[in-house]
């Protein structure tokens, strides 16, 4: 049975599921605070996202924190807009649990694994950007702060137009 190398490997896995960036570990503190618009990743041009998750890498706090995805553009300017609406209650989740981006219209919450290490996938894949635009896309927290836990988000992305990309950019930029 052939092997294959494991730049092969990884070449195949960005051809089926997308460009993959991801933030590092993040304490919920930091970045699900009471109404905080997290940056999460830079988006260059327009992409198509396949996959948008965020990973607890431990407990969650005892809160009701909620969380949705969002985006918005800074090149031309265009206001915010919600890719979701707010996931249920993230209380006391444990490690392995996931927030993603399941549906296909702003009004779909984000939906909250049931089980650890199993996810849902993004229903249909969603494209946003515009040529030669700069953008980003974020997280919006309810106005129950996080107060413990750790995170970690991904996205999973296909460049849609010439020289567009999505790069890691985690900035709190407001409460």
């Given at each position: 049975m052939p092997s294959y190398n494991l730049s092969t490997r990884g070449r195949i896995a960005d051809l089926g599921l997308g460009m993959r960036v991801e933030t590092g570990t993040l304490n919920n503190t930091a970045v699900h605070g009471t109404n905080f618009h997290t940056r999460l990743f830079y988006v260059y041009g327009r992409v198509m996202i396949t996959?948008?998750?965020?990973?607890?890498?431990?407990?969650?706090?005892?809160?009701?924190?909620?969380?949705?995805?969002?985006?918005?553009?800074?090149?031309?300017?265009?206001?915010?807009?919600?890719?979701?609406?707010?996931?249920?209650?993230?209380?006391?989740?444990?490690?392995?649990?996931?927030?993603?981006?399941v549906g296909t219209t702003a009004a779909t919450a984000a939906a909250v694994t049931v089980t650890a290490g199993i996810s849902y996938g993004t229903k249909d894949p969603m494209v946003v950007g515009l040529e030669?635009?700069?953008?980003?896309?974020?997280?919006?927290?309810?106005?129950?702060?996080?107060?413990?836990?750790?995170?970690?988000?991904?996205?999973?992305y296909f460049p849609m137009s010439a020289g567009a990309y999505c790069a890691t950019s985690v900035l709190k930029i407001g409460p």
């Open positions: 996959q948008l998750y965020g990973e607890l890498l431990s407990t969650f706090s005892s809160t009701a924190t909620q969380v949705k995805f969002r985006a918005t553009w800074t090149t031309p300017t265009i206001s915010v807009a919600d890719l979701s609406d707010d996931c249920s209650s993230l209380s006391a989740l444990t490690q392995g649990r996931r927030i993603t981006l030669g635009g700069v953008g980003y896309i974020s997280t919006l927290t309810n106005a129950t702060a996080a107060t413990s836990g750790t995170i970690k988000y991904a996205l999973h």
